[in-house]
């Protein structure tokens, strides 16, 4: 299966600043790619689609002036919480989608708003 | 419209012992099924796929699963259970006409010794 990184793995940032988490597909290119939010002992929800050269499809009730999603190459596509606050607090993940909608998830990046 | 039910939220069973994690799926046409096991603070890694053909599907670590048509079900076992074992699993359907893939809540798995 195809191979997906992510950076940083773990970040803390202060209430009100922004954080970029940057996802690369290292061994596909990846037209698709996805982004989702995993709460504690919770299952995915799928935040957006991201597709390259164009503009993210977000899920309903995601706000996409909070969380920017680029995807400005095949390889990589970056999610940017705006303004974090803690309830922004989460673990997130993104993948890359194989070609019968099977996905390849990145090791996800654990954000805490103090 | 398209749902995943995994109605146990956890099991837990002794290292060496069978396993079958239970998983329910509504959709209007054959789907596509994946299993999926998610380690503690770590991204999920594709066990099994099911797109066709032979109903049933081997996948890694030892885990297969079989599709049940007149059930809606695509459940997965394991023969022997490994303490490695011990982590979320997550059942989950593909729009084969589209790209979104609908995750259940997940089941997590504790293994005894």
């Known amino acids: 299966g195809a191979v997906v990184s992510q950076h940083p793995s773990w970040v803390i940032c202060k209430s009100g600043t922004s954080v970029k988490i940057e996802c690369r597909s290292l061994?596909?290119?990846?037209?698709?790619m996805f982004w989702y939010r995993q709460f504690p002992k919770q299952s995915l929800m799928l935040m957006a689609t991201?597709?390259?050269?164009?503009?993210?499809?977000?899920e309903q009730g995601v706000e996409k002036d909070k969380f920017l999603i680029n995807h400005a190459s095949l390889t990589l596509s970056t999610l940017t919480v705006t303004s974090a606050h803690p309830e922004d607090s989460s673990f997130y993940i993104c993948?890359?989608?194989?070609?019968?909608?099977?996905?390849?998830f990145g090791p996800g990046t654990r954000l805490t708003v103090t | 419209a398209q749902s995943v039910t995994q109605p146990d939220i956890h099991i837990t069973v002794s290292e060496g012992a069978s396993l079958e994690l239970r998983c329910n799926y509504s959709?209007?046409?054959?789907?596509?099924l994946f299993w999926y096991v998610q380690s503690p603070g770590q991204g999920l890694q594709l066990l099994l796929k099911?797109?066709?053909?032979?109903?049933l599907v081997q996948g890694i670590k030892g885990f297969e699963a079989e599709f049940k048509r007149s059930q809606s079900s695509f459940n997965l076992r394991k023969p022997s259970v490994h303490w490695s074992d011990a982590a979320e699993y997550f059942c989950?359907?593909?729009?084969?006409?589209?790209?979104?893939?609908?995750f259940g809540a997940g089941t997590r798995l504790f293994v005894k010794a």
């Open positions: 993948s890359e989608r194989g070609n019968r909608s099977e996905q390849y």
């Open positions: 099911y797109f066709s053909g032979d109903t």
């Open positions: 989950a359907v593909g729009d084969t006409g589209g790209f979104k893939t609908i």
């Open positions: 959709y209007g046409a054959t789907p596509y």
């Open positions: 061994d596909f290119q990846a037209t698709t």
């Open positions: 991201s597709n390259e050269g164009s503009k993210a499809t977000y």
